[in-house]
Each structure stands twice: as structure tokens, then as C-alpha cells.
């Protein structure tokens, strides 16, 4: 139980609120093996974050249901598991991106008026 509670403040980052819309924006393109999706973050977006918080919130987005996973086993290498966005994670994401724009233009407002 301890070790949970330590856990969870392990997750509070700045980008805490939208890292997992970003992670959603990234799925939304293709599905993505895990390992992939921390060098797209980097690559995509500037944010460089700890492969243990990825994989954190790859496994709460798949149990709110927002992403699925599977195991994909090539010839050469281990097996990885592959996330992919789904039906319900596509519409969270298009909701939360539409809440995004109108916080976007208050912040505007309020950095034009500063």
C-alpha cells in the first residue's frame, strides 16, 4: 500500500495533465510499440520523461479503456507489446482537445493583457 502511494507521487511532472494526450495524439497516427512512444515524445514534442512513467500511464489509459495492447513477436528480438488508440480513447482525445482550445484562448488573452 505504501509502495502504491509512493508511486502516485511519482507521476506529478508539469506535464502531468497532458502527457497522456499527448501520448493519445502519438497513438492516434499508427500503433506504437511502448519503447517507441517515449523517442516520439522526445522527438515529436520536446518532453523528455522516464520510460516508467510512459509504461505508467500506457497501463491506466488501457484500463480506462482509452488504449489496447498486444504482443507482437518478430523473428529477430523479444516480444514487445504494440498500443493502439481506441474508439473511446479517439473521443476523450477529440473532447479534451476541444477543452484545450478554449483554455488555449484565455491564455492568449490573459498573456496579451500582461
Do not use: C, Q
Not at 508511486?7 to 511532472?13: F, K, M
Not at 515529436?44 to 491506466?60: C, D, E, F, S, T
Amino acid at each position: 500500500m505504501h509502495h502504491h502511494s509512493h508511486h502516485h507521487h511519482h507521476i506529478r511532472l508539469p506535464m502531468r495533465g497532458l502527457l497522456h494526450i499527448t501520448i493519445l495524439s502519438i497513438l492516434r497516427d499508427r500503433e506504437v510499440h511502448g519503447a517507441e512512444i517515449g523517442r516520439l515524445l522526445e522527438d515529436r514534442y520536446n518532453i523528455a520523461v522516464p520510460r516508467a512513467i510512459v509504461y505508467g500511464l500506457l497501463r491506466r489509459m488501457e484500463r480506462h479503456g482509452f488504449v489496447s495492447s498486444r504482443w507482437s513477436v518478430e523473428e529477430s528480438g523479444p516480444a514487445r507489446r504494440i498500443y493502439r488508440i481506441t474508439e473511446e480513447g479517439l473521443d476523450y482525445l477529440e473532447d479534451y482537445l476541444r477543452r484545450l482550445r478554449r483554455v488555449k484562448s484565455l491564455i492568449e488573452r490573459l498573456i496579451s493583457e500582461g
